[in-house]
């Protein structure tokens, strides 16, 4: 099983609103990482998970809290959102954090939309 | 991080080759070039990796320019499926800033005719 699966894949909601999004893979992973991708720009950075611990936040506002309760699942939890929020997020995983040759494996992401 | 240079867009006919340039002049002598592309509608996907040899693998070819300075993705017949956006990345060993990061740049969009 080489896929990482994301739930769901369109999620709407309002600002006072609490949602989570869930990331699942089963290749025994130990790197998990979350990106957030505005339309018709790059994939942006914005948690990095080695070995079930936080390891990389590009100071990312609290209002998205992350949080990975084993090795095969990866949360991110939304409260408070802004509708510049709105974008798609994407999970990746791959064998290890370090390493250059590690290759990151993507889930098809979920499009936030944020009313 | 080292940066890289792509342009915006090339445009292929299906069936032909495809030449996607990148230019990385600032690289270090440990950082591996990685090319991703971003389907429609799909999150990215890994295409193929190096460091100083070319390689090849059953997606696609990478050449490597003598002093890394630039390197070059090669599509040996383009299809329709490969309409993407194609991302030259540098990924750098333990220490340095690129460390567990992949920093994506803007990438090249490119279109190909049936």
């Known amino acids: 099983d080489t896929e990482v699966t994301q739930t769901p894949k369109h999620l709407v909601m309002g600002m006072t609103n609490k949602k989570s999004l869930k990331c699942e893979q089963h290749?025994?992973?130990?790197?998990m990482y979350w990106y957030k991708q505005k339309a018709k720009k790059p994939p942006e950075l914005m948690f990095v998970?080695?070995?079930?611990?936080?390891?990389i936040n590009e100071s990312v506002p609290s209002r998205f809290s992350p949080e990975c309760p084993n090795s095969s699942l990866l949360n991110l939890h939304l409260h408070a959102l802004q509708p510049e929020d709105s974008a798609l997020y994407l999970c990746?995983?791959?064998?290890?954090?370090?390493?250059?040759?590690?290759?990151?494996?993507f889930g098809p992401g979920t499009r936030l939309t944020v009313l | 991080d080292a940066k890289t240079t792509q342009p915006n867009s090339m445009e292929s006919n299906e069936e032909e080759p495809v030449h996607l340039p990148c230019n990385h002049s600032?690289?270090?002598?440990?950082?591996?070039i990685h090319w991703y592309r971003q389907l429609p509608s799909q999150g990215p996907e890994y295409v193929i990796h190096g460091l100083t040899s070319n390689v090849n693998n059953r997606m696609a070819s990478l050449a490597i320019a003598e002093d890394r300075k630039s390197s070059t993705l090669i599509l040996h017949r383009a299809t329709l499926r490969d309409a993407a956006v194609y991302y030259c990345i540098l990924r750098g060993l333990a220490g340095g800033t690129s460390y567990g990061k992949l920093t994506f740049g803007q990438g090249t969009i490119l279109t190909v005719h049936p």
């Open positions: 600032t690289i270090s002598g440990t950082d591996y």
């Open positions: 998970y080695s070995y079930e611990k936080l390891s």
């Open positions: 990746a995983s791959s064998p290890r954090v370090g390493g250059a040759e590690n290759e990151q494996f």
């Open positions: 290749m025994g992973h130990r790197a």
